[in-house]
């Protein structure tokens, strides 16, 4: 079994920043075959991917966050970051981890439970 916690969340003014973590345990071996993503969901919303990593040369975001959010990994800490900036009220959602087996037949992936990201004025 593979878990996924993530931390960072909570409540922040309109232009601030938050930094949120996602650490992977478990049945991992080669995290570096994983594509690791945020994605987040508002209320009332479908669930949007936001931004995936596959290494540090490849990455790609939602047109919605290019320029204010960045994502970065640490496969010997088999976690995810992403480091929201200047945030905007349209930011307010619970955001979710996910990594996707590029090598295991069938790409398991796996959920995070989310952590609730508030922007408020």
């Known amino acids: 079994q593979v878990q996924l916690v993530e931390s960072g969340g909570g409540l922040v003014q309109i232009g601030g920043t938050l930094r949120l973590s996602c650490a992977a345990s478990g049945s991992i071996s080669s995290i570096y075959s994983y594509d690791m993503s945020w994605y987040r969901q508002a209320p009332g919303k479908q669930r949007e991917l936001v931004a995936v990593i596959r290494s540090s040369t490849w990455t790609t975001y939602a047109d919605s966050v290019k320029g204010r959010f960045t994502i970065s990994r640490d496969n010997a800490k088999n976690s995810v970051y992403l480091q929201m900036n200047s945030l905007k009220p349209e930011d307010t959602a619970v955001y979710y981890c996910?990594?996707?087996?590029?090598?295991?037949?069938?790409?398991?992936?796996?959920w995070g439970q989310g952590t609730q990201v508030t922007v408020s004025s």
């Open positions: 996910n990594i996707k087996s590029r090598a295991i037949i069938g790409n398991p992936d796996y």
